[in-house]
């Protein structure tokens, strides 16, 4: 989840005239990471071999 602060300080750093579509792509980006960030601390991950497997799969 974002935080407010997150999302003020995501827009204190973009340009006065910025276009919706960015703000969204970033906002939606930051989530990712987020989301990232809680599944690693909640052992949500995958060893490099499980991720090379996967890969494989989609690549077939």
């Keep these: 989840m974002i935080t407010k602060s ?3 300080n ?3 750093k973009m ?3 910025l276009v919706i579509e960015d703000l969204i792509d970033k906002l939606i980006f930051m ?3 987020q989301k990232g960030i ?4 909640n052992g ?4 490099k071999e499980q ?5 494989d799969k ?3």
């Design 38 to 41: 809680e599944d690693s601390k």
């Design 15 to 17: 340009p006065e005239n």
């Design 31 to 33: 989530e990712k990471i």
């Design 10 to 12: 995501t827009l204190n």
């Design 44 to 47: 949500k991950i995958h060893t």
């Design 51 to 55: 991720a090379k497997q996967k890969l």
């Design 58 to 60: 989609w690549f077939k």
């Design 6 to 8: 997150q999302l003020l």
